[in-house]
């Protein structure tokens, strides 16, 4: 700067490179501005000829277009005063359905307790004797029964006592293999299944009876029993299950079992398997 200030050649020298980088500069902007105004005419002509064929397209097609738009806003105003006007009944979910309170029971898993063993001397007397041979020996056990036959079978005895006011009794649950081979020795007039052939073995099958004035009664000689037995036919079939006074032969009013395809074992190999009518 020194040099500059007080050197006259070198002021001059320092002169020289500055007007020509001057002169540069306004020769680069120039330039740049001519291009830009270029680039700008190029721009401007073809939005021109996008502009003018939009036009001519508008010209051309233009009701079409107008109608389509029309078309288009007022599809969803005419859906929306349909659904004002009319409600479809299919979608109406406040409507009421009937409905089967015994299996929605069950479906809405509602578990029940099984009731106190009653007194041993109540299955002693003659009538139960003679509906269940060897009666000390069967067992009353729910627990041994099959979870969902169980919890059938006690909303079948809770929907008898609701219902009608009868109280009813579990006679026989589960039977061992060795008890049903005992009863089918005794004839098919007391079981026409021998051993794996009853429900009773798997826990699938129950025989009951009612209590009626302090004991147990099981012959349908009894009005009270008999109207007992058909109300109980018409409960178990609405909760899926089968009642032994539906059965052609050997018809077992007290009987109900929970019937599954391939459960009983066939009587000889090749067979067909073992009538659920067996008892």
Same mark, same amino acid.
């Given at each position: 700067?020194?040099?500059?200030?007080?050197? &006259?050649?070198?002021?001059?020298?320092?002169?020289?490179? &500055?007007?020509?980088?001057? =002169?540069?500069?306004?020769?680069?902007?120039?330039?740049?501005?001519?291009?830009?105004?270029?680039?700008? =005419?190029?721009?401007?002509?073809?939005?021109?000829?996008?502009?003018?064929?939009?036009?001519?397209?508008?010209?051309?097609?233009?009701?079409?277009?107008?109608?389509?738009?029309?078309? *288009? &806003?007022?599809?969803?105003?005419?859906?929306?005063?349909?659904?004002?006007?009319?409600?479809?009944?299919?979608?109406?979910?406040?409507?009421?359905? $009937?409905?089967?309170?015994? %299996?929605?029971?069950?479906?809405?898993?509602?578990?029940?307790?099984?009731?106190?063993?009653?007194? #041993?001397?109540?299955?002693?007397?003659? $009538?139960?004797?003679?509906?269940?041979?060897?009666?000390?020996?069967?067992?009353?056990?729910?627990?041994?029964?099959?979870?969902?036959?169980?919890?059938?079978?006690?909303?079948?005895?809770?929907?008898?006592? +609701?219902?009608?006011?009868?109280?009813?009794? *579990?006679? +026989?649950?589960?039977? !061992?293999?060795?008890?049903?081979?005992?009863?089918?020795?005794?004839?098919?007039?007391?079981?026409?299944?021998?051993?794996?052939? !009853?429900?009773?073995?798997?826990?699938?099958?129950?025989?009951?009876?009612?209590?009626?004035?302090?004991?147990?009664? %099981?012959? +349908?000689?009894?009005?009270?029993?008999?109207?007992?037995?058909?109300?109980?036919?018409?409960?178990?079939?609405?909760?899926?299950?089968?009642?032994?006074?539906?059965?052609?032969?050997?018809?077992?009013?007290?009987? %109900?079992?929970?019937?599954? #395809?391939? %459960?009983?074992?066939?009587?000889?190999?090749?067979?067909?398997?073992?009538?659920? =009518?067996?008892?």
């Amino acid at each position: 700067m020194l040099a500059i200030a007080f050197l &006259a050649p070198v002021r001059a020298w320092a002169w020289s490179r &500055a007007h020509r980088f001057m =002169q540069g500069g306004k020769a680069a902007a120039s330039t740049a501005l001519s291009s830009s105004q270029a680039g700008l =005419q190029q721009v401007a002509h073809a939005a021109n000829g996008h502009a003018t064929q939009a036009s001519r397209v508008a010209r051309r097609y233009g009701k079409w277009m107008l109608m389509a738009m029309s078309l *288009l &806003a007022g599809m969803p105003l005419l859906a929306l005063a349909l659904h004002q006007w009319q409600q479809l009944d299919g979608f109406d979910h406040t409507r009421s359905h $009937e409905v089967n309170e015994q %299996v929605a029971a069950l479906l809405h898993g509602e578990q029940l307790v099984a009731p106190p063993p009653l007194p #041993p001397e109540l299955f002693t007397t003659r $009538e139960v004797e003679q509906a269940i041979p060897f009666v000390h020996q069967a067992s009353r056990q729910w627990e041994l029964l099959d979870e969902d036959f169980r919890q059938r079978m006690l909303l079948a005895f809770k929907l008898m006592r +609701e219902q009608h006011g009868i109280e009813m009794v *579990l006679l +026989e649950g589960y039977r !061992s293999p060795e008890r049903q081979a005992q009863l089918a020795a005794m004839g098919p007039q007391v079981t026409q299944a021998g051993a794996f052939e !009853s429900y009773h073995q798997y826990g699938l099958a129950a025989d009951c009876a009612f209590m009626i004035n302090g004991r147990i009664v %099981v012959s +349908e000689a009894n009005p009270q029993a008999a109207r007992a037995y058909d109300l109980l036919g018409g409960i178990a079939k609405s909760l899926g299950l089968t009642w032994g006074g539906d059965w052609r032969s050997l018809k077992d009013l007290g009987h %109900v079992e929970l019937s599954r #395809p391939g %459960v009983l074992r066939t009587r000889t190999a090749g067979a067909a398997p073992a009538s659920s =009518q067996a008892h």
